[in-house]
């Protein structure tokens, strides 16, 4: 297999030049920015260092979105962040983080400014051949850092002291115009990381942004790149669109690009009518995506579920499908038809096994016979009951789920809150006499 081509400062950083927003122009106020952020950022700066709210963060708040997460991005290293923060813990291989913990779980990642480097400063060995991504443990600057990521609408940089957005990449005038383009040459960005035409469409998707013809066209001409990609890592990719509100829209914006065809090509399959406003396929993942954006948990197990369900029958309708559920002997082999060419690790195949035994036992027992107790304590009750919301058939399920709803509510009052891990002082060394 051919070693991607490398990006170097050429390749990359062929975007305008920085412009610095004022807190008069844009709309964001500091107290939009999760308080613990704003703690950390005015730490390190203190301290004398540069810090940023970085990436998604910036995006969403310019879009009028509740932000998932609030990363920062400095230009201390992570022992440096460790130092200030006595709830901090470095992860990470190839490229160091550190994870500031706080109450109730809560983690906020603090990265160190990543620089460009030259292929010929690769690593030396084996990972430098195979991974361009090898040579990630280089810091380098803010400006440096924003050229590096995939999107120019996930390049921006908001210093929460001044409320000034850093624009290296353009991406505000792309917020604005609603568009979606990769930060440099598409093509050699794709051969760098083919994960990243995946994030396009699901930018694209989740936003309502058309992508840059340069792009598109790129992505087009580049899909099969995909399966170069680390399958794993291909798998983990999808997985944050099963709960992201828009699944089928990316679906069907994966089927345009051509990248579905080498990740979920059962889903092609009759001139792709499984995707066609109207099957039960695309009914049931359009309940999944209303769930999702109501605010609803939504488990990957469920949308995969769906997927099974249908790519292993023959009949676009739920109800000829559920009819010709086999027994739950049967279900593996069943499922051995489905997910083809996406790497679905074991384990997870072993919970869509589950949970379709689930789902069909339920379906079949009479509501008068139908004992909720028992489902009690499964580990999937919970997919359990959103994949009963998602494939409703009969008025009779909608009496099961009334009666197993409860279960769910009694669950959660026993569950208690999640702890961030121990951080332990690190013992004194004995001074040597």
């Not at 850092?145 to 996930?154: G, K, L, S």
């Amino acid at each position: 297999m051919p070693v991607p081509e490398q990006p170097t400062i050429d390749h990359v950083m062929m975007s305008p030049p920085l412009v610095v927003y004022g807190p008069d122009q844009h709309p964001l106020r500091k107290d939009q920015v999760d308080e613990d952020a704003r703690k950390v950022v005015y730490r390190l700066q203190r301290a004398g260092f540069k810090a940023y709210i970085v990436g998604g963060g910036v995006r969403d708040l310019l879009l009028g979105k509740r932000p998932k997460d609030f990363d920062i991005s400095t230009d201390a290293t992570p022992r440096e962040i460790k130092a200030l923060f006595r709830n901090c813990r470095i992860i990470g291989r190839r490229f160091k983080l550190a994870h500031v913990y706080f109450a109730h779980g809560k983690a906020l990642e603090v990265s160190t400014f990543r620089d460009i480097v030259d292929p010929q400063e690769s690593v030396e060995g084996d990972e430098a051949a195979s991974s361009p991504l090898a040579r990630d443990n280089v810091y380098g600057t803010e400006a440096t850092d924003a050229v590096r990521r995939d999107i120019t609408i996930n390049g921006l940089f908001l210093d929460v002291s001044t409320m000034e957005i850093l624009d290296y990449v353009g991406g505000m005038e792309d917020l604005s115009h609603g568009v979606v383009k990769v930060i440099g040459e598409p093509d050699v960005r794709f051969r760098e990381d083919p994960v990243r035409m995946i994030r396009v469409v699901r930018h694209s998707a989740r936003n309502g942004f058309r992508i840059n013809p340069q792009c598109w066209e790129s992505v087009v001409q580049n899909a099969e790149l995909i399966t170069q990609s680390s399958q794993v890592r291909v798998f983990d990719e999808l997985k944050k669109d099963f709960s992201s509100g828009c699944f089928l829209t990316i679906l069907s914006l994966l089927g345009e690009t051509g990248l579905l065809e080498f990740l979920l090509p059962e889903l092609l399959e009759n001139n792709a009518r499984l995707l066609s406003a109207e099957s039960d396929f695309s009914r049931c993942l359009e309940r999944l995506d209303d769930l999702a954006a109501q605010g609803e948990e939504i488990s990957p197990t469920v949308g995969l579920t769906v997927i099974a369900i249908f790519t292993a029958g023959d009949s676009i309708w739920l109800k000829d499908l559920a009819e010709s559920l086999p027994e739950s002997s049967d279900l593996a082999e069943r499922l051995n038809s489905s997910f083809t060419r996406l790497t679905v690790p074991r384990k997870e195949r072993e919970k869509i096994q589950l949970l379709l035994s689930l789902w069909a036992r339920v379906r079949a027992t009479p509501v008068r016979n139908l004992k909720p107790g028992s489902y009690k304590r499964s580990s999937l009750l919970r997919e359990l009951i959103t994949l009963l919301e998602v494939t409703p058939l009969t008025r009779e399920d909608g009496q099961r789920l009334n009666m197993l709803r409860p279960l769910l509510q009694d669950t959660e009052e026993y569950t208690s809150e999640p702890h961030p891990p121990t951080l332990r002082r690190p013992a004194r060394s004995r001074r040597r006499r």
